[in-house]
C-alpha cells in the first residue's frame, strides 16, 4: 500500500469536509467534543506525529481560537512533508517503544506513514458522520485499520496496564479474508469468540464506532460464535486508546 498517497487522498478529504462543517455540530460517541474539537484534534496529531517521526518535541500550537481549515491545511501539509522527506527505515519515536527497553526499540518513520492513515480514515469517518454523510474507502484500508488495532493498539494498551487482559479469546474474522485476528492476553484454555462481518463494521466495532451504546457489537453484518456477553464486556472496558 502507498501510504503517502492513502493520507494525502484522506487528509484531502478531511479538509474538504471541514470547509463544509458547521463546527458546532456535537460528536455525541466521542463525549462532550463537536466537529471543532475534532478538527483540532486532528491537526494536532498531525502536527505531533511529524515531531515524533523526527525524533523532536514538535512546537506547541497554542490553544487558539483557530481557522480550522488553515489550522488544518498545515498541520497535514506539514506531515506530508516530513514523512516525504525522511527515510522510512530511519528511527522515530513510535507507539511501538512506549516501556520497551531501549536495546529492543523499533520504531521507524514508516509507523507513522501507517499510523496518521489510519488516524486521519477513522477521525475521517467521525466527521463525515457527524453531518450525515458516508465516508468510501477501500477494504484494503478497513483490514488494515483492523489489523492495527489487534497487532498495535491493544497489545499497547496492554502493555501499558490501560486495559485488563480479556477474560476470554476473541478474533476477528473479515469477510474479505481468510485472516483471522486474536486480541492478545487472553488466557490460552479461554474460549474463543469469534466476530465475523465485514472489514469496515469490525475495524469501527474494535474503534468503539457505529454501534449503539448497549451492544457493542451490534455492528451492520456482524455475526458472534460463542461467548457474546464476555466479548462485549471486554469491548465495552475498551481495546483502543
Same mark, same amino acid.
Given at each position: 500500500?502507498?501510504? =503517502? *498517497?492513502? +493520507?494525502? /487522498?484522506?487528509? $484531502? !478529504?478531511? %479538509?474538504?469536509? #471541514?470547509?463544509?462543517?458547521?463546527p458546532a455540530v456535537p460528536?455525541?460517541?466521542?463525549?462532550?467534543?463537536?466537529?471543532?474539537?475534532?478538527?483540532?484534534?486532528?491537526?494536532?496529531?498531525?502536527?505531533?506525529?511529524?515531531?515524533?517521526?523526527?525524533?523532536?518535541?514538535?512546537?506547541?500550537?497554542?490553544?487558539?481560537?483557530?481557522? =480550522? *481549515?488553515? +489550522?488544518? /491545511?498545515?498541520? $497535514? !501539509?506539514? %506531515?506530508?512533508? #516530513?514523512?516525504?522527506?525522511?527515510?522510512?527505515?530511519?528511527?522515530?519515536?513510535?507507539?511501538?517503544?512506549?516501556?520497551?527497553?531501549r536495546e529492543q526499540q523499533?520504531?521507524?518513520?514508516?509507523?507513522?506513514?501507517?499510523?496518521?492513515?489510519?488516524?486521519?480514515?477513522?477521525?475521517?469517518?467521525?466527521?463525515?458522520?457527524?453531518?450525515?454523510?458516508?465516508?468510501?474507502?477501500?477494504? $484494503?484500508?478497513? %483490514?488494515?485499520?483492523?489489523?492495527?488495532?489487534?497487532?498495535?493498539?491493544?497489545?499497547?494498551?496492554?502493555?501499558?496496564?490501560?486495559?485488563?487482559?480479556?477474560?476470554?479469546?476473541?478474533?476477528?474474522?473479515?469477510?474479505?479474508?481468510?485472516?483471522?485476528?486474536?486480541?492478545?492476553?487472553?488466557?490460552?484454555?479461554?474460549?474463543?469468540?469469534?466476530?465475523?462481518?465485514?472489514?469496515?463494521?469490525?475495524?469501527?466495532?474494535?474503534?468503539?464506532?457505529?454501534?449503539?451504546?448497549?451492544?457493542?457489537?451490534?455492528?451492520?453484518?456482524?455475526?458472534?460464535?460463542?461467548?457474546?456477553?464476555?466479548?462485549?464486556?471486554?469491548?465495552?472496558?475498551?481495546?483502543?486508546?
Open positions: 500500500m502507498d501510504h =503517502l *498517497a492513502a +493520507l494525502a /487522498d484522506l487528509q $484531502a !478529504r478531511f %479538509l474538504e469536509t #471541514t470547509r463544509r462543517a458547521d460528536i455525541p460517541w466521542l463525549g462532550r467534543w463537536t466537529v471543532q474539537s475534532l478538527v483540532v484534534h486532528v491537526a494536532r496529531i498531525h502536527h505531533w506525529a511529524a515531531g515524533q517521526a523526527r525524533r523532536r518535541q514538535e512546537e506547541p500550537l497554542g490553544r487558539g481560537p483557530f481557522d =480550522l *481549515a488553515e +489550522l488544518y /491545511d498545515s498541520c $497535514a !501539509r506539514e %506531515l506530508r512533508e #516530513t514523512l516525504a522527506e525522511l527515510d522510512p527505515d530511519a528511527r522515530a519515536w513510535t507507539l511501538l517503544d512506549d516501556s520497551v527497553p523499533s520504531g521507524t518513520v514508516a509507523f507513522w506513514h501507517r499510523r496518521q492513515v489510519l488516524e486521519t480514515l477513522v477521525h475521517l469517518w467521525d466527521l463525515r458522520t457527524a453531518i450525515g454523510e458516508q465516508v468510501d474507502a477501500d477494504d $484494503a484500508l478497513w %483490514l488494515d485499520c483492523l489489523d492495527e488495532v489487534v497487532t498495535v493498539m491493544h497489545p499497547r494498551q496492554l502493555r501499558l496496564d490501560r486495559v485488563a487482559p480479556p477474560p476470554t479469546r476473541i478474533a476477528f474474522a473479515p469477510i474479505e479474508t481468510d485472516a483471522v485476528l486474536e486480541l492478545a492476553g487472553a488466557p490460552a484454555d479461554a474460549p474463543l469468540t469469534v466476530v465475523r462481518g465485514p472489514a469496515r463494521s469490525l475495524a469501527l466495532l474494535a474503534w468503539g464506532r457505529g454501534v449503539p451504546d448497549e451492544d457493542r457489537l451490534a455492528a451492520p453484518g456482524v455475526t458472534v460464535e460463542g461467548d457474546r456477553s464476555l466479548a462485549e464486556a471486554t469491548l465495552r472496558a475498551g481495546i483502543t486508546p
